[in-house]
Nanobody, 121 residues
Framework: VQLVESGGGLVRPGESLRLSCAAS????????MGWFRQFPGTEREFVAL??WRDGATIYGYVAKFRSIVSRDGLTMNSLKPDDTAVYFC?????????????????????WGQGAQVTVSS
């Protein structure tokens, strides 16, 4: 599976941003798509995920109540300077049981190239 991200860039505080993640290859093997973000010098942080099969979702605390995730991508609203990071999409081809099993970057097999999101006035 190959993933290509798009949609990163510079936004002002309070604005929204949509990130897309186009999957190709053996997409029939995908079970879950996840989004993570990474600040310089830190590990990746969970943002949100969506079940590829039925669209069920889980949001991390950084995204809850202000984001929408789907198989097409991630939309984040009310962005703050603290949201400045590199955002990664990823997909898993594993069957790990409940959706909460995927709230960890180690559950994912393929990763996008990352999209820089900068929130600044």
């Amino acid at each position: 599976v190959q993933l290509v991200e798009s949609g990163g860039g510079l936004v002002r505080p309070g604005e929204s941003l949509r990130l897309s993640c186009a999957a190709s290859g053996r997409t029939e093997d995908i079970t879950t798509m996840g989004w993570f973000r990474q600040f310089p010098g830190t590990e990746r942080e969970f943002v949100a995920l969506v079940s590829w099969r039925d669209g069920a979702t889980i949001y991390g605390y950084v995204a809850k109540f202000r984001s929408i995730v789907s198989r097409d991508g991630l939309t984040m609203n009310s962005l703050k300077p603290d949201d400045t990071a590199v955002y990664f999409c990823a997909v898993s081809t594993r069957n790990l049981g409940g959706l909460r099993s995927y709230v960890n970057e180690n559950a994912f097999d393929y990763w996008g190239q990352g999209a820089q999101v900068t929130v600044s006035s």
